[in-house]
């Protein structure tokens, strides 16, 4: 069984739309939590950390569920630039277990 | 306000060469990750060094691949022999801490390499 599991996609949504990305983690000793970006052929850029009151950034907000294992990412009022591939992440002491990303591609 | 380097950024390769790959850090960061990304994958944890310590490499081939954080200078990930299957992109990351305090880590701009 993979560490981060995340549906893959690909999401098309429309400007303006609001989506929502979920990603399951299967080690409950993971102890904190992050969402990266990934432009095509390009490296990681950090989102925002999941911490377990939820937290939001702007149009970004990530919730973090313990008792099921599982994170989500909301982005609202979806951008063009939000065009992207959207990487869950979850550390379990030293190492960092990387989801294979949700595609999403935000639609004129 | 130079974030993580890497160089080079795309290297090519017969089977059989040297590959060697560079990382420097984010400054006032002293701890360094190596993944390798192949086409259409997940990044995959390679090894995680401190200066002058290799702290985690379950992620490393056995074989061929080494990792170094010297004293001074960069991070440097060595693939002996290079196969064609080692052709992705490999990313270093950086952070300040380690160990089981949460902290956030910042990626560099990743070497492809490419091996023919």
């Known amino acids: 069984r993979k560490e981060v599991e995340q549906d893959p996609g690909p999401f098309n949504v429309p400007e303006g739309a609001t989506v929502a990305f979920n990603c399951t983690y299967s080690?409950?000793?993971?102890?904190?939590f992050f969402w990266y970006r990934q432009d095509c052929r390009k490296e990681p850029k950090l989102l925002m950390s999941?911490?377990?009151s939820g937290n939001e950034d702007g149009r970004f907000t990530a919730q973090l569920n313990r008792a099921s294992q599982y994170i989500s990412l909301l982005i609202r009022d979806s951008k063009l630039s939000d065009s992207a591939t959207y990487l869950c992440?979850?550390?379990?002491?030293?190492?960092?277990?990387f989801g294979t990303g949700t595609s999403l591609t935000v639609i004129p | 306000n130079a974030g993580v380097m890497q160089n080079p950024r795309h290297l090519v390769r017969r089977r059989g060469q040297e590959a060697r790959l560079r990382c420097s850090p984010m400054?006032?960061?002293?701890?360094v990750y190596w993944y390798r990304q192949l086409p259409e994958e997940g990044l995959k944890f390679m090894v995680y060094?401190?200066?002058?310590?290799?702290?985690?490499e379950s992620g490393m081939p056995k074989e061929r691949f080494s990792a170094e954080f010297p004293k001074e200078g960069p991070s440097i990930l060595r693939i002996q022999q290079v196969v064609r299957g080692d052709s992705a992109a490999y990313f270093c990351?950086?952070?300040?801490?380690?160990?089981?305090?949460?902290?956030?880590?910042?990626f560099g701009p990743g070497t492809r390499l490419t091996v023919t």
């Open positions: 990351a950086s952070s300040p801490f380690g160990g089981e305090i949460s902290y956030e880590q910042y």
């Open positions: 080690n409950s000793a993971s102890q904190s």
């Open positions: 999941v911490y377990s």
């Open positions: 992440v979850a550390q379990t002491f030293n190492q960092f277990y």
């Open positions: 400054k006032g960061h002293s701890h």
């Open positions: 060094l401190q200066k002058e310590n290799i702290i985690d």
